[in-house]
């Protein structure tokens, strides 16, 4: 009966009407949904990561760190400068997607990506790179909109596909990312042939990647015109409701009037209980608070690894090119894409979101422990066991996001899930805002430290790294980390109106019997 109920106050006009009546025709797997997911997701992860590689030779350029060992530092903090601009204004763009939809969020966002992150490759100072990083994060607030649009796109059986797509995009962007910045920055060193030190990419060594990711998000852009926009705009819900309680109930009759007022009254007073503050939404902030946790422990390892690989033998590091990083990051995203679209929706469907969290939690603590002792390998041997174990942490990674962000939107129902993953991505820009700025400063320290008798070199790097990441394995027991109960992607408006037909329709049966 609810179903025909529903079917009653959908809109022709309503787009997210237009999408539930899609969803219910199309059974199969939302082929082009979660295309179009996975490419806007990948424009916007893509400048994340894409400066790692050649972050440390880029702060060197700017002559800003009087030591060798200083560069770690203050590359930290250029990669906290996308994070902290996130973290200020995701709940804004949150309540933009719930309040305007999801597509224009979605297109301003690529356009952001389009214009400064060309301006990033074309920093000559600093301050100019810090700035123009600071407003690609303050500017696009895809992925916070993009997580919710994957549950409101897909079908229930397939909500673990589309989270997934987003969260392997994600991954993937955080992997290429670094491949594309690690080949094609200082193409005049590697490439003479082809780019001159005259030409602009020879003045300019590391706006050819900048480039290249700008021009994919304007493919991003083009297509993201075509997403189907999914929040319910309902104008005509109230007055419907009424014209079915004038014809139910009938007005001549004061009684009915009274009747009807009281029955409207309840609705009203059930209404706001029913939207809870979502920050009492005990479900949704414990499993914010553990993906935040896991978030800070994943963006200082990013930050971390690409520093640590570049950096002198002298110092702990692997003496590694920008290439070498870029080869490296390339095949663990082709290891992660394989992943997750083959295993981990079935995995999930097993385990549950929860328990694929705590068993990836538990595998990444020793692999992270091992990382010092590849360290003492060389030729083949380093190229092998680094591939492996950068592959398979990563996996882990993305498989302890996408159970939490899955969690996330089951607590909610879609009015409130566009704030929802808003106060998400601030809270975890927030954590990724100090990831780069602390990682970085802890392994500029550890480089200074490789004679200390407890924890030397890079052993203090990985202990810290292993620490964060036992902390957010304990979060995800209980009592702490509560299960939500599944939330459909029916407005709230709607689910009070189909309450009260109900409740009314039973009224008249209760009526006529004897």
């Not at 700017?62 to 203050?74: C, G, P, T, V």
């Not at 052993?459 to 009592?479: C, D, K, S």
């Amino acid at each position: 009966m609810e179903e025909g109920l529903l079917k009653k106050y959908e809109e022709e006009d309503c787009p997210g009407c237009k999408v539930e009546q899609l969803k219910r025709s199309n059974t199969g797997i939302p082929v082009k949904p979660v295309l179009f997911i996975s490419v806007v997701t990948l424009c916007a992860s893509l400048p994340i990561s894409s400066l790692f590689p050649f972050l440390y030779f880029m702060v060197r350029d700017f002559h800003i760190a009087e030591r060798e060992e200083d560069i770690s530092y203050y590359a930290g903090y250029l990669g906290s400068s996308f994070m902290l601009g996130r973290a200020l204004t995701s709940i804004l763009w949150g309540i933009i997607a719930d309040r305007y939809g999801r597509k224009p969020v979605v297109v301003i966002g690529t356009i952001t990506v389009l214009i400064f992150n060309a301006l990033f490759g074309l920093s000559t100072n600093y301050w100019m790179a810090i700035v123009t990083r600071f407003l690609i994060g303050s500017l696009c607030g895809i992925i916070g909109t993009m997580r919710a649009y994957a549950s409101e796109i897909c079908r229930k059986e397939y909500h673990a596909l589309g989270i997934s797509a987003v969260s392997t995009s994600w991954g993937i962007g955080l992997v290429i990312g670094p491949a594309i910045g690690g080949y094609l920055a200082q193409p005049a060193e590697k490439y003479p042939s082809i780019f001159s030190k005259e030409s602009l990419f020879g003045r300019f060594p590391y706006f050819l990647p900048c480039l290249l990711i700008s021009v994919f998000a304007l493919a991003a852009t083009v297509m993201s015109c075509w997403l189907p926009e999914t929040l319910h705009k309902h104008n005509k819900i109230k007055k419907d409701k009424n014209n079915f309680q004038d014809a139910v109930e009938g007005t001549p009759d004061e009684s009915n009037g009274l009747n009807v007022s009281q029955n409207t009254n309840h609705s009203e007073r059930r209404s706001p209980s029913s939207q809870k503050s979502l920050l009492k939404n005990w479900p949704l902030v414990s499993s914010i608070i553990v993906y935040c946790v896991f978030q800070l422990h994943d963006i200082a390892y990013l930050e971390i690894f690409s520093l640590w690989a570049v950096s002198p033998r002298t110092l702990g590091g692997l003496s590694f090119t920008t290439s070498d990083v870029g080869q490296v990051l390339a095949i663990t995203g082709l290891g992660l894409l394989l992943f997750q679209l083959l295993v981990y929706p079935l995995v999930e469907r097993i385990t549950g979101p929860v328990m694929i969290s705590r068993i990836g939690a538990v595998l990444s603590i020793p692999l992270l422990a091992s990382y010092p002792y590849i360290a003492l390998l060389t030729g083949f041997g380093l190229s092998i066991a680094l591939n492996c174990a950068s592959m398979l942490k990563n996996i882990l990674s993305v498989s302890i996001t996408t159970g939490l962000l899955i969690m996330q939107n089951r607590a909610v129902s879609q009015d409130q899930r566009g704030a929802a993953n808003g106060i998400s991505m601030s809270s975890m820009s927030l954590f990724k805002t100090i990831g780069p700025a602390a990682g970085g400063s802890l392994l500029s320290w550890s480089q200074r430290r490789q004679d200390a008798d407890i924890l030397p070199g890079d052993q203090l790097v990985f202990f810290v790294l292993n620490a964060i990441e036992l902390l957010g394995l304990l979060l995800t027991l209980r009592p702490f980390l509560q299960e939500p109960e599944d939330s459909d992607n029916i407005p709230k408006s709607i689910h009070n109106s189909l309450d009260q037909e109900n409740g009314m329709q039973e009224r008249l049966v209760n009526t006529e019997l004897p």
